[in-house]
Antibody
Framework: QLQLQESGPGLVKPSETLSLTCSVS??????????WAWIRQPPGKGLEWIGNIYYSGNTYYSPSLRSRVAISVDTSKSHFSLQLRSVTAADTAVYYC????????????????WGQGSLVTVSS | DIQMTQSPSTLSASVGDRVTITCRAS??????LAWYQQKPGKAPNLLIFKSSTLESGVPSRFSGSGSGTDFTLTISGLQPDDFATYYCQHCRDYPYTFGQGTKLEMK
């Protein structure tokens, strides 16, 4: 059974960089069938897609976050990571990693496995 | 970006009821729509993809339909475990966007 687990600091100061890692177990992060995603959810609000990454390193980002976000993958460690720079209180959210599945070589994808989520609070 | 609008925002129902949640896209997305269920403090759970395909392990009382811009999620014979928040997501292109959610609460 595939499992995803987020890890990283729960508290980040304003203007600093939020960093999270998603460890993938029970399946291969290098499978050509899947992308890997970060999605966030501010407290009491809806879901926001942040970006997708392929095992080769190809990335797709939300235009609203593109200037501040970087997603990377380390296949040797079976994990992928999120960095969000210059954070503000508006970046306070539960951050989920997920597996993105769908039609190969197209953007037609949805999310079938999710991590449990990691609450990151931006506060001084 | 494609905007997704769900209605209603809140829905009150009883065990055994048949309920329908609607999701509208700001432009045609074909059948590229997914539905998720989320319970408090938990990650979303995929219910349906490609508008009407039931994810493995999801009870058959859940069904989805629609194409183009208008989609529905129907739960036939509500069970106590179904009271949760439901989200639609378009899968048509980057960036992916979600509806604002529909909270299904017990009447």
């Amino acid at each position: 059974q595939l499992q995803l687990q987020e890890s990283g600091p729960g508290l980040v100061k304003p203007s600093e960089t939020l960093s999270l890692t998603c460890s993938v177990s029970g399946g291969s992060i290098s499978s050509s069938r899947y992308y890997w995603a970060w999605i966030r959810q501010p407290p009491g609000k809806g879901l926001e897609w942040i970006g997708n990454i392929y095992y080769s390193g190809n990335t797709y980002y939300s235009p609203s976050l593109r200037s501040r976000v970087a997603i990377s993958v380390d296949t040797s460690k079976s994990h992928f990571s999120l960095q969000l720079r210059s954070v503000t209180a508006a970046d306070t959210a539960v951050y989920y990693c997920a597996r993105s599945i769908g039609v190969s070589s197209t953007p037609y994808k949805w999310f079938d496995y999710w991590g449990q989520g990691s609450l990151v609070t931006v506060s001084s | 970006d494609i905007q997704m609008t769900q209605s209603p925002s809140t829905l009150s129902a009883s065990v055994g009821d048949r309920v329908t949640i609607t999701c509208r896209a700001s432009q045609s997305i074909g059948s590229w729509l997914a539905w998720y269920q989320q319970k408090p403090g938990k990650a979303p759970n995929l219910l349906i993809f490609k508008s009407s395909t039931l994810e493995s392990g999801v009870p058959s009382r859940f069904s989805g339909s629609g194409s183009g811009t208008d989609f529905t999620l129907t739960i036939s014979g509500l069970q106590p475990d179904d009271f949760a928040t439901y989200y639609c997501q378009h899968c048509r292109d980057y960036p992916y966007t979600f509806g604002q959610g529909t909270k299904l609460e017990m009447k």
